[in-house]
């Protein structure tokens, strides 16, 4: 099942999903070193790691771009990031990452996918898609 989505920073990846219902604060909730979501939170203990990070956007401070450029630079980066509401700390740390963002504006999209689920993201093309 494909959906559109507006392209924040471009590339393509495809692996499982990592979904959470809240807003995700890279600065303190992300380990920068591990890629393991510390904050108390529905994925606390998990890794964004190679992931299709699915959350609805970003909250806290600037420095959470610095964190998703450490990810990459770790190599425990999610291999694409997909909000409802790109908040621009997000945007600029996936793109100077070089991590594919995108939004999705059909809510379906978030009502259906599930952690574990595998999601295409073309981040070129414009879509998303869950493949059974």
Do not use: H
């Not at 495809?14 to 529905?42: P, Q």
């Not at 945007?91 to 991590?99: F, L, Q």
Request: charged share 25%; proline share 3%; aromatic share 6%.
């Amino acid at each position: 099942m494909k959906f559109r989505c507006k392209i924040v920073s471009r590339g393509y990846a495809e692996g499982k999903a990592l979904v959470s219902k809240e807003y995700i604060s890279f600065l303190g909730g992300v380990n920068k070193d591990t890629g393991v979501i510390e904050a108390e939170s529905e994925l606390k203990g998990q890794t964004v790691a190679n992931k299709i990070l699915i959350f609805p956007g970003g909250k806290g401070s600037t420095v959470g771009t610095y964190v998703l450029l450490n990810l990459k630079k770790n190599g425990v980066a999610p291999k694409a990031i997909i909000n409802r509401k790109t908040e621009p700390i997000i945007a600029v740390g996936a793109v100077i990452a070089g991590i594919p963002l995108v939004e999705v504006k059909d809510e379906k999209f978030f009502e259906i996918v599930k952690t574990g689920d595998r999601v295409r993201v073309d981040a070129n093309s414009g879509y998303v898609e869950l493949i059974k």
